[in-house]
């Protein structure tokens, strides 16, 4: 594989950053990977570290060297990291579970595999073009789906920051889950938080991420952002990655990954659990592998009970 990949981060007006992004690659397999603490819930930004670090680890225990089912790492993954949250907030005992979105993207054999769950957002793109895009888990999406909202009510909606789908709530996520799609070199994926999508429109993003590198775009998106929110600006995170970097250029950012050793892996997700003791670290494959099991049966129960239309 090659590609350059960059990140980024702004606290914005706020007082605490709940926005975290990561990614990890091996020598065959890339994971890319935001999640945003849910601020209307306590501890939002244990959460998404939670979920981070959860979906992180199972990507270096399974990656070997690349995900044998991405479409399945993806959901299990994802119901992990919605156990975890839950079993923190039981071991500490708190008054209500933290909540976070989340947007995962799985590469390798030059395909690429999405997930989310909420608000955070993945865009694919292709010579200015937006090829896909995640499909918020809001209520505003909702009603434009249904034909009860126009699509230009987006950014006024007294609806637009109400979330239906997220880890950490009471109800078991619905992760919503890509096509296989096939990259092309100079494609970049773009994954963010609502601080950044919310206040900058789509071909703005896409126009910026054509005509500069990842690494000049994604400052300047964010500092954009944060210019037009002023000081009630959100957390502002962005994660991009451009597939298949010309050899030529002298591109720091640029990755080479097919002389890396069987078995390696590089990540940046590596952060503890905030206020996370030791027992609380110990990552305890048996419990996690049980209770995804338990999810699968739930959903797998629900759905034969539903009534075919």
Not at 12 to 39: C, I, W
Not at 56 to 74: T, V
Request: negative net charge.
């Amino acid at each position: 594989m090659r590609f350059s990949v960059y990140q980024e981060s702004h606290i914005g007006g706020r007082k605490v950053n709940q926005d975290r992004m990561g990614y990890s690659f091996t020598r065959d397999a890339l994971l890319l990977l935001l999640t945003d603490g849910m601020g209307g819930h306590l501890h939002g930004e244990i959460a998404a570290n939670i979920a981070m670090q959860t979906i992180g680890s199972l990507f270096q225990k399974n990656a070997q060297p690349y995900i044998k089912k991405p479409e399945r790492f993806l959901e299990d993954s994802f119901y992990a990291a919605h156990m975890e949250i839950h079993r923190y907030k039981d071991v500490h005992k708190l008054s209500e579970t933290p909540r976070t979105t989340v947007v995962a993207c799985l590469i390798q054999h030059n395909s690429a595999f999405w997930a989310h769950c909420g608000d955070s957002r993945l865009y694919w793109m292709r010579d200015g073009q937006i090829l896909a895009r995640t499909r918020d888990h809001s209520r505003i999406e909702s009603l434009i789906a249904q034909g009860k909202a126009d699509p230009s009510e987006r950014a006024t909606h007294p609806d637009r920051n109400k979330l239906f789908n997220c880890l950490g709530a009471n109800n078991m996520p619905i992760v919503e889950l890509s096509r296989r799609v096939s990259l092309q070199a100079g494609d970049v994926m773009l994954l963010c938080s609502d601080g950044l999508w919310s206040v900058l429109p789509d071909h703005t993003m896409a126009q910026r991420l054509q005509t500069s590198t990842i690494v000049r775009a994604i400052p300047e998106l964010i500092t954009s952002a944060l210019g037009i929110a002023g000081k009630t600006s959100d957390n502002v995170t962005a994660l991009a990655m451009a597939w298949g970097s010309d050899p030529n250029l002298d591109d720091p950012s640029s990755i080479v990954t097919h002389t890396l050793p069987i078995g390696s892996l590089t990540t940046t997700i590596q952060a503890p659990r905030l206020g996370a003791t030791d027992a609380d670290e110990a990552f305890n494959d048996a419990d996690i592998e049980k209770a995804i099991a338990e999810i699968r049966g739930a959903i797998e129960k629900t759905s034969s009970l539903t009534p075919k239309e």
